[in-house]
């Protein structure tokens, strides 16, 4: 069992920055590929980026590519993910998921998640 914890989340104006943190807990971290999704309000839960056990591969949906950067300690258990330029259309609760398949990035097989933080942007 993998416990995770979100946190950074908040309200931000557009243009700006947020840094969300995913502290994990229980098996080892860094048996995991990890990654971030997202789901606004009557819409699906949707991929933002992910990393692979090791952090050497990296992969970020084209819809946040260039602005957001996904990346891990495994020393200290923890996942982040730095979004910068900030857009309303960002506003939704980011999840954090860890994945079996840990040499992939695109975190296909999730198997524990997170609780969420919400992220708002005003425009």
């Known amino acids: 069992q993998v416990q995770l914890v979100e946190s950074g989340g908040g309200l931000v104006q557009a243009g700006g920055s947020l840094r969300l943190s995913c502290a994990a807990s229980g098996r080892t971290f860094s048996n995991y590929a990890m990654g971030w999704f997202r789901q606004a309000p009557g819409l699906e839960r949707d991929f933002v980026a992910g990393?692979?056990?090791?952090?050497?591969?990296?992969y970020h949906a084209d819809s946040v590519k260039g602005r957001f950067t996904i990346s891990r300690d495994n020393a200290k258990n923890t996942l982040y993910l730095q979004m910068n330029s900030l857009k309303p259309e960002d506003t939704a609760v980011y999840y954090c998921a860890a994945s079996t398949n840990a040499n992939s990035p695109r975190v296909s097989t999730t198997k524990y998640w997170g609780q969420g933080t919400q992220v708002t942007v005003s425009s």
């Open positions: 990393i692979t056990w090791s952090g050497a591969m990296t």
